[in-house]
């Protein structure tokens, strides 16, 4: 057995704190993206992908990620197709509700190898929420590696990817990273904010989060992370900007701003060192992020698009090993 896998071992991939080392986790998904030294490790095996929540990214580079390391690819979207799931342990259910995730995550294992869930999260009930029910009842139900698409709390997948961007990208040892808020019509999860946080605390970057007053992310999430709300400011010798909308996390899911000045916009760029900007997508343009930045060789959104596939590939490769006998 090699040293990689004593130190790097993973069951499931919830949250980022299940990657033990990142460093080495972000390597990996490079040295794939060079080169697909993994075509046979998937063989025989089936990933089954679960979808509650509409997906473009996450969902083809996830599946391109799996077909790369020779897995089968399964795939559902349990919001239109499925049984409607009860998630209460010990619930009666003389409701609309006709099978148990108990049942349901059980069968499906005896189906995949590993089983990839997406469910967003209602923002109406923040304890709720927090508890993140449907990746947390799958992780205990399913007998098979559980893998997060993004839940009501975290976008692990879209996190790992944004490390291994910078990690390409940097051209000093340790960049300034901005996590910008900016305005969006509708309310939006923290979950992307959250993991892009969690990871970058976990990276050798000056990290700032600036949003307006309202919006400061969990407390448990941010720690000792620096929050300004002076968008400005944070913005000054910045080597990454990472613009994203979220809802509030004080006055749960809602919108509290669509204060335009908070828009990225060339000004805002011209603030920065010739800032690298950063956008998980789909982005709505010229209310998140301007035309002009989205399209100027600032941008590398399409670059981190492209990295969803080689950070996903590296997780499924862990896990697979992680099931593998040496
Ligand atoms: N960034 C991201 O998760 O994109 P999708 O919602 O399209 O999967």
């Known amino acids: 057995m090699s040293f990689r896998y004593i130190f790097n071992k993973m069951k499931n991939y919830i ?6 080392n990142l460093q080495q986790t972000i390597s990996e998904a490079l040295r794939l993206k060079k080169e697909n030294t993994a075509a046979g490790l998937g063989r025989g095996k089936t990933l089954g992908m679960l979808f509650f929540n509409p997906s473009l990214r996450t969902r083809l580079s996830t599946e391109k990620a799996a077909k790369l390391l020779g897995m089968e690819v399964m795939m559902m979207n349990v919001d239109k197709d499925g049984w409607t799931l009860e998630f209460e342990d010990g619930a009666v259910m003389n409701s609309n509700k006709a099978e148990h995730i108990k049942d349901a995550a059980a ?6 190898d590993i089983i990839a869930v997406r469910a967003f999260p209602g923002l109406e009930n923040r304890d709720k929420d927090e508890e993140d029910l449907v990746i947390n009842s799958f992780k205990k139900y399913a007998t098979v590696p559980v893998v997060n698409l993004e839940s009501a709390t975290g976008h692990p997948l879209q996190a790992l990817t944004d490390a291994l961007t910078i990690t390409e990208l940097q051209n000093v040892k340790r960049p300034k990273v901005v996590l910008t808020w900016a305005p969006h019509p509708r309310a939006l999860p923290q979950s992307v904010p959250n993991s892009f946080v969690e990871v970058m605390q976990r990276m050798e970057v000056d990290l700032v989060i600036t949003n307006p007053p309202g919006y400061d ?4 999430v941010r720690k000792n992370t620096e929050v300004t709300h ?10 990454f900007v990472y ?9 749960y899911g809602t919108i509290l701003s669509e204060d335009k000045s908070w828009t990225f916009s060339e000004q805002k760029l ?3 060192n010739n ?3 950063m956008h998980c997508l789909p982005v709505r343009r010229n209310v998140v992020i301007d035309d002009a930045v989205l399209d100027s060789s600032n941008s590398v959104v399409i670059q981190q698009a492209k990295n ?6 590296a997780v499924l490769k862990m896990l697979l090993e992680e099931k593998r006998d040496f």
């Open 243 to 251: 613009v994203k909308n979220w809802s509030s996390y004080e006055s």
């Open 230 to 239: 002076n968008q400005d400011e944070a913005l000054k010798n910045a080597d």
């Open 275 to 277: 800032a690298k900007i």
């Open 270 to 272: 011209k603030l920065t």
């Open 15 to 20: 949250t980022i704190s299940d990657i033990k």
């Open 217 to 220: 992310l969990n407390p448990a």
């Open 107 to 112: 069968v499906l294992s005896q189906y995949c």
């Open 308 to 313: 969803r596939t080689f950070a996903a590939q």
